[in-house]
C-alpha cells in the first residue's frame, strides 16, 4: 500500500519538476487525512471504552444482586 502524499514528496526530492502549488496542496491534503485518522482513532477509543463501563457496570449490578439475594 502506497501513501499517495509520501510518493509526491519522493517525486520532488528524486528531482522531478513538482510545483510549489502541488507541494503546498499535498502538503495541506496530507495534514488533513491525518487529522481525519486521529479523529477516527479517538472515536473508536471512546466507544471501547464505553463498552468497557457499560460492562462493567453490568458486571457489579450482577455482583450487588448475587451478594444481596435480589
Known sequence: MTNEHIEVVKRWQAGEDVSHEALK???????????????AANAAAVNAA???DAAGADYWVKRYEELSNK
Not at 25 to 39: I, L, S
Request: proline share 0%.
Open 50 to 52: 464505553r463498552a468497557a
Open 25 to 39: 496542496a499535498n502538503a495541506y491534503n496530507a495534514e488533513a487525512a491525518y487529522v481525519a485518522a486521529a479523529r
